[in-house]
């Protein structure tokens, strides 16, 4: 580790393989981001300028839009306020699969693109679920929601966290934490679990008056909240898968190396 004589200096605690000379306390970069996201890379050219406003990347401003309304929408303590907020997620996740498509489909896909997408994704995601949890479906109660909103957000926030250190750190280890199947079922369970428990906390009679007795809604929202502890179970153990790649392929052999 680099040793410095100022003493507005703070040596950097490094990442595994990378080295870098200590920064300053005043330093305007984010020690978080920015400087460690670029601790391990050379840049021999200037970045090729990206458009902004790509068909993709509106999509995706869309769907963080789409928060605040639906965080409005609930509010609004309307009658037909479940299914309009129901309407609402569906939407925003129908744009989550157009916005990637379109990228890939059009070869039109940016560096700005890949980081929003998945940050409207889990904004949009984590709302909806604490909103469930103050106000689930019957016959659930807030306390059945709780364990499995946690656990969604807690390992989405942890993902994240891995992933910006495989960023930071080079090598092979962004390749270890590269969406696998887990993740892309899971996503799938979860969208469409979340959109059924939005959509039964109306009641039927309001929808189909005679059918207000039937039990089908009833029977859908057991099948949703299954989905999304199915969801859960599912994320946790793409988490986990993600952890022994990194372990496995990089901080294992790195760790070697340094003995």
């Known amino acids: 580790m680099a040793e410095s004589n100022d003493p507005g200096d703070i040596p950097i605690v490094p990442l595994i393989g990378v080295q870098k000379p200590a920064e300053s306390l005043i330093s305007p970069i984010d020690r978080r981001s920015d400087f460690y996201r670029h601790a391990a890379l050379v840049v021999p050219h200037k970045p090729v300028p990206q458009p902004l406003m790509t068909l993709?990347?509106?999509?995706?401003?869309f769907r963080l839009l789409l928060v605040p309304v639906l965080l409005a929408v609930w509010e609004l303590q309307h009658r037909y306020t479940p299914t309009l907020c129901a309407v609402i997620f569906i939407a925003a996740s129908v744009t989550d699969y157009f916005?990637?498509?379109l990228a890939r489909k059009l070869k039109i896909a940016t560096v700005f693109g890949a980081f929003l997408d998945p940050v409207a994704d889990k904004i949009m995601v984590a709302t909806a679920l604490v909103l469930l949890a103050v106000s689930p479906p019957p016959p659930w109660s807030p306390q059945f929601?709780?364990?499995?909103?946690?656990?969604i957000i807690c390992r989405e926030i942890?993902?994240?966290?891995?992933?910006?250190?495989?960023?930071?750190?080079g090598g092979g280890a962004s390749k270890a934490v590269k969406?696998?199947?887990?993740?892309k079922w899971k996503t799938a369970l979860q969208m469409v679990s979340m959109s059924v428990l939005l959509v039964v906390r109306q009641p039927?009679?309001?929808?189909?008056?005679?059918?207000a007795d039937s039990r089908w809604f009833l029977d859908l929202s057991?099948?949703?909240?299954?989905?999304?502890?199915?969801?859960t179970v599912l994320g946790i153990w793409s988490l986990a898968i993600y952890f022994a790649n990194v372990w496995v392929h990089f901080i294992y052999p790195e760790a070697k190396k340094h003995q």
């Open 158 to 169: 942890t993902m994240s966290a891995l992933r910006e250190w495989a960023s930071a750190a």
């Open 179 to 183: 969406v696998n199947t887990l993740g």
């Open 204 to 211: 039927l009679g309001d929808l189909l008056p005679e059918r």
């Open 99 to 101: 916005d990637g498509y």
């Open 145 to 151: 929601m709780t364990a499995p909103v946690v656990l």
């Open 56 to 61: 993709p990347n509106v999509l995706t401003f």
């Open 222 to 231: 057991l099948g949703a909240y299954v989905g999304l502890w199915g969801g």
